[in-house]
Every structure is written in C-alpha cells, then in structure tokens.
C-alpha cells in the first residue's frame, strides 16, 4: 500500500488507544488508594467523580474518552478497506464516547462515599444519575464489539493466538462487569473488585490492541 502523509499521520494517533484506556483505569485506582474514605469493595471507579476532588475523575473520564476517539480515527484512516477497517474504529469510538458521556453526567453519591452519602444505593436517582449509568453500558458495547471485529480480523488473517487471547479476554470482560449485581450481601453492599479488575483486563487488551495494529501497518 501507498504511503500517504495521512496515513503516517492517522499511525501515530493510534497509540491513543491504549493510552486512554491505560489513563482511565491506572488514574481511577491511585483515585481510588489515595482518596480518604473511599473504599475499593464498596465503591466503583465513577463515584470518585463525585466529592472535593471530583473534577480530577471527570477530567479522567472526558480526557480518556477524546483519546480513545483519536485513536479510533486513526484506525479508520490506517485500516480503511481492510478486515475490521470500518466497524472495528467505530466500536472503539463509541467506548470513547461511554467514557466522555460518564464523565459529563456525574454519578450519584453512595455507599458512603463521599462522607455523609447515604450508606446504600439512592432511593432514587437525579437525571445525570440515570444518564451516568447507560453511559458504562455504552463504553462496555464499544469495547465487546471492538474485541469481535478484531477476533475476526486475527482469525482470517491466521493469528490464532490473538484471536483466542481477545476471544477469553471479551469472556472475562463481560463476566466480570455483570457478575457485580450477583455481589450484593446481606448488607446490601455489592464488591465491585470485579469492575476494577475488569478495567485493567481492557486497558491491557486495548494496549495489544495498539501495538499490533501499528506492527501490521508498519509497511504501509
């Protein structure tokens, strides 16, 4: 294939992939060790959005979610025509989009976090409350359809091992993410360990996902 000054330009936004969702998880768990009262178990990555230092996981959010887009429109430019060049960037576009959408519509406090949050769930939510919560819903299409396509792609182009790698890494993935509500004790406290680790499980993959992409288009 030709090279373009494009398309050497579309490679080098790629990394962007994996940077954002490397950034999104590893600044939500120093978030999450270094907050005062905020407790791991207890409390998902998105309430640290809520709180003094919120800002600092909105920004999180939104900043994750623009690279994830200049990624994806790297990967449009460098893989148009090709296996997974035209749905496999619109995937990971709308995870970017889940992200930026949870950073922009700010999750209710609870579970105690921050202090004085109820000790549960709300009894009801605020409209930026429900939005916030499609918003992970949005993110988490993005990243299943993402895996799919790129499965595909490394099927037929004979790369087994990164086909099965992404295929059990998309199992754990969506396991993971909704084994959370089976969770729930007798305190009506959920353990959302699970989304934690299923976020570095993503982020690592999105890295793969990166550093193959750029060696496969290396010759273009």
Partial sequence: MTVTATTTSARRLIPAIGAGSALFITAGIIGGLTRASFDMVKNPLSQL?????????????????????LGAYGLREVLRGQPAGTWGPRWI??????LIAGGVFVTDPAFGYP???PALAPDTLSWHGWLHAVAPIIGMIGAVGAMVAFALRWRRAGHT???VYTVLTMIVY???????QATQNAEGYYNFIPLWITGVIAAVWMIVLSAR????????
């Avoid at 959005?49 to 887009?69: E, K, P, Y």
């Avoid at 992409?213 to 273009?220: D, F, I, P, W, Y």
């Fill in 161 to 163: 091992g990164l086909a």
């Fill in 213 to 220: 992409v750029l060696s496969e288009t290396r010759a273009q």
């Fill in 174 to 180: 969506v396991v993971g993410g909704l084994s959370v």
């Fill in 49 to 69: 959005s809520t709180g003094d230092l919120g800002w600092l996981n909105i920004a999180n959010f939104v900043v994750s979610g623009l690279l994830m887009l």
């Fill in 115 to 117: 202090d004085g949050a």
């Fill in 93 to 98: 576009a709308l995870n970017g989009v889940g």
